[in-house]
T-cell receptor
Framework: SQQGEEDPQALSIQEGENATMNCSYK?????LQWYRQNSGRGLVHLIL?????REKHSGRLRVTLDTSKKSSSLLITASRAADTASYFC???????????FGTGTKLQVIP | DAGVIQSPRHEVTEMGQEVTLRCKPI?????LFWYRQTMMRGLELLIY????????DSGMPEDRFSAKMPNASFSTLKIQPSEPRDSAVYFC????????????????FGNGTRLTVT
């Protein structure tokens, strides 16, 4: 079963704008991860936020985590056409290292 | 670093045939995951191994599916017999050992095997 649900399912923006994607998950987590998938390829890890962290930055990426609401958001600032891809959140939960993925947000950045 | 290698990249087979998907994880990684991706269900975790031992196979859909990891550098996912509803992209991912109990090593994905069962 899916651990996370992403919102929106699809997002289309102009180059230079910011893109925000949200993720909700169901169980308690060790950490939450965000991945990117280009068409026809495997997923690539972008950023990880631990359960005791509230915000994290990496380059143009900003991730927030609200464990009380079981939600996370990924913000991509100053988007580029090359950011066009699907973005997935992944919850690392359980007593071991089970990683389950959300449904994904398909982002299109129009040049 | 060659990354996670999956073979074949594409597989087309007829219903009822046996299908074997292969994965070579990154050297030194001790955990391996098999996922299935479809439009309807998204990315589903099928099974994962730690140090070649299956830890959780609760995502394996039916007894027709089986996975093995005979050594640290090779894993297979077998479907026997295959059915049209098994058509999907199957991904293998590996990750290095986590330090302590932080579980924060990222997954490294292969480029997947696109399976079509007719």
């Amino acid at each position: 079963s899916q651990q996370g649900e992403e919102d929106p399912q699809a997002l289309s923006i102009q180059e230079g704008e910011n893109a925000t994607m949200n993720c909700s998950y169901k169980t308690s987590i060790n950490n939450l991860q965000w991945y990117r998938q280009n068409s026809g390829r495997g997923l690539v890890h972008l950023i990880l936020i631990r359960s005791n962290e509230r915000e994290k930055h990496s380059g143009r990426l900003r991730v927030t985590l609200d464990t009380s609401k079981k939600s996370s958001s990924l913000l991509i600032t100053a988007s580029r056409a090359a950011d066009t891809a699907s973005y997935f959140c992944a919850a690392n939960s359980g007593g071991y290292q089970k990683v389950t993925f959300g449904t994904g947000t398909k982002l299109q950045v129009i040049p | 670093d060659a990354g996670v290698i999956q073979s074949p990249r594409h597989e087309v087979t007829e219903m009822g045939q046996e299908v074997t998907l292969r994965c070579k994880p990154i050297s030194g990684h001790n955990s391996l995951f098999w996922y299935r991706q479809t439009m309807m269900r998204g990315l589903e975790l099928l099974i994962y191994f730690n140090n070649n031992v299956p830890i959780d196979d609760s995502g394996m859909p039916e007894d027709r599916f089986s996975a093995k990891m005979p050594n640290a550098s090779f894993s297979t996912l077998k479907i026997q017999p295959s059915e049209p509803r098994d058509s999907a992209v199957y991904f293998c991912a590996s990750k290095p050992m986590d330090r302590g109990l932080r579980w924060d090593s990222p997954l490294h994905f292969g480029n997947g095997t696109r399976l079509t069962v007719t």
